[in-house]
């Protein structure tokens, strides 16, 4: 359970997010609105790299701002960037080690929990093969590996589906869609891909100059008038 | 208290030159993004050229437009030929790439000219007035004229002129610029010209002014980097204030025989505290999309044990049979080439895990030298308890160089190490290196200077070569096996980008200060097996050139793959001794190597040893497409 109040972020003069308040409780939660709404502004918030001017985020009742940025891996939280990061100079499978590293195992053996966040974004095959190897797909597979292992609470995602072809993004859609049963993290995805929102999202909130314009379930979100006017208009003229 | 008027007037003069020199700096590197640390070097050839061309017979006046003109046009071909290659690179390769072009003009000049003192005398020396009862030279009073006008008229020239805000553009944002039709390379080639022209101008002023000598001249870039680091590199008003400033400072230090010969450190200090006071407040996290500020580094292949059974062959071999080959000469030679890779194999933990460019390695190596000297002549311990203290010391002054390091990155980083080098080279010079003597700084004024020996497990030359083989191989041991363990992932995703290190849990300040703490170890024990080597360490063999040589050949040489700091060690140790054998002009192998760290940035990054291990790479694999059809004929 994400619960955010009051949340506030000022860049000079400009609010990227505007006093939000919302309870994030579905599984795969949906994070859309147009350019600049600040969808990445609340990701940044919540890992640390924007300061908030106001508000809380807590997460399972913990105050999520109040610890270290780089503790909050090891809080639970993880993520994926708009541009792919994944080490170059890293095995794959070291490119999940290097995340292993800093976030407790509670017990179980490093090897296998690496082993099952490989083979669970079906990159087992290419463990040995360095960062720099991989193409786009894969990329972001190795991001998704480092952000399932060892039982995170909350994984973000930002437009993880952005230049996959559509089998590609077929696997992505899957694996997004089980990481909440692989590990039992709440996930919050960020994306223009209105497709792959509404195929993976249980739930929907809609930014626009960083208010909430709508949230709800996914497909009563798409179908509000508020919500095609601000963002969805263009897509589905675009469509017809 | 002495009069300081004069001092306070000359400096003055003196700082309008160091403003000169900055405005064309920050002029470059606001519209082209690169910092010109060559800018010192193209005004030593100006100087130079006008000093021959007068000396031949012709009008002065000739000697100075072709001093001016000469360092225009190498500026210019720098500017339109060889800096677009690295026009996608971070701002720190830039600025080091212009390092290597400054080698190679130093180098023509030193091939040349050679290191015999000069003086450019000019017409304005002989006239002079007074000033509230000080005299001045002429050429002095129009240095401080032309450095004040030239400023404010660049700054009025950059607010008003059309060529002025294309090159705000450019500052602001190239692509943009290009897209709205500035036309960025013709903007790009007059700020190079600019800055030409002022390095010239600038250069034969300080001719005249200090000396006629290239490595000094060269290395006067430093003041003008100083100053412009006062306006973080895009103001024009912070450069005038700050190089007077330095000027100033430099000059009132002359009377006081306590700190007169430290003052030549004002620049190196004034810009280090300026560094640092802009760096207070909190960790910065670089932006997630910035430039790779180091090239992808070299695919790792196999196990450790695979990796590293080639090197442990060759180790065994070399300490093996060397001693039996070698005369007494190449086994010094050789012994030094695997001291210095060990000092290149610091470097290199910087630069090619943490994407870090430390200019200062070879200060800390001094630093490992002088408390091994100091802990040996004072006390007579055995020499490993020596040479480790001298590791530890060189980690501790590693860590609190780089501690600025912290919350500043990139090329600022760089600049504040070149800084600490510099430092280091003043106050090294001015007290050197302990010999036997008593007291702190153990040296001996009168008298023949104590030797340290080599360590008594080791005392012969071929003994002591062995010794070297091993302590340096266990350097490279150490290194390959902390880069497998968590702190080596951390450094990899710290180089990756910071906020994704920051994501995934990576405690950014200390993994920085582990890799300082380690860089600082190695080039200090580095530094002690030298002294032991060569018996004692001289305070003037430690300028600023060797740690930017340093850098430069470990880039060189490959900073990716362990055999790079080896072919380091080779280029910087093996390759003089070779020339002079052969009575080549050791400067020759300057240019070479400055041409060398400009190819290896713009087209090899991974150096030497990349290209070798490539090679082998190759070979080894139609090997074993050739083995099945050689055994068949066999058969």
Redesign the interface.
Known sequence: MIEIRGLTVEFGGVRGLNDLSVDIGAKITGLVGPNGAGKTTLLNVM???VRRSAGTVMIDGEDLLRIP??????FGL??T???E???????VR?NV???L???PTKGRARRDLIGEALNYVGMTRQAER?G??LNASERRLVEIA?CVVAQPRVVMMDEPGAGLSESEAEHLRNVIVGVPEFCGAQVLLVDHDVDLISTTCHETLVLDFGSKIAFGPTAEVLKDPKVRAAYLGTVTDEAA | MPDLSPFVISGLCTGAVYVLAGVGLVVLYRASGVLNLAQGALGALGALLAWQIAQIGLPEWVGWIAGIASATALALFYGRVIAPRLAHSDPIIRAVATLGFALVVLGFCEFFWGEWPRSLRLPSDGIGFYVFGVRVIATRAIAFGLGVAVALGMIVFLNRSRLGLSMRALANDREISGLVGVPVLRVDAWAWVISGVLSGVSGIFLANMLKLQAIPLTYLVVPAVAAAILGRLTSLTAVVVGGLAIGVIEAIATPFPEIAGYRSATPFVFAALVLLWYQRGGLVLSRIDQFRSVPSSFEAVGTLWQQLRVGIAAAAIVAIVLPYVASAYWLKTFTGVTIIALCSLSVSVLYAQLGMVSLCQYALFGVGGWVALRLYHGFHIPFEIDLLAGGIAASIFGVIFGLPALRMRGLFFALITLMIAGGFQVFISATGFPDGGPGWSGKIYAGAREFIPHPPIATTDAAFFRYVVVVVALGFLAVMLIERTRAGRAWALIRRSEPVAVAVGVNIVWYKVVAFALAGFLAGVSGGLMAANVGQLDGRGFPASESIMMFALTVIGGAFHWSGPIFAGLLLRAVPSLLTDWHVDGNLAIMVFGSGLLHALITAPQGVSGQVVALSRRFAAKLSAAMPRIMERKL
């Open positions: 890992s640390g790299f940025m780089n503790r909050r891996a090891a993880r993520r960037f708009q541009t990061q994944v080490v170059e100079n890293l095995s070291n080690a290097a995340a590293d800093n976030v360095v720099v190897s480092r």
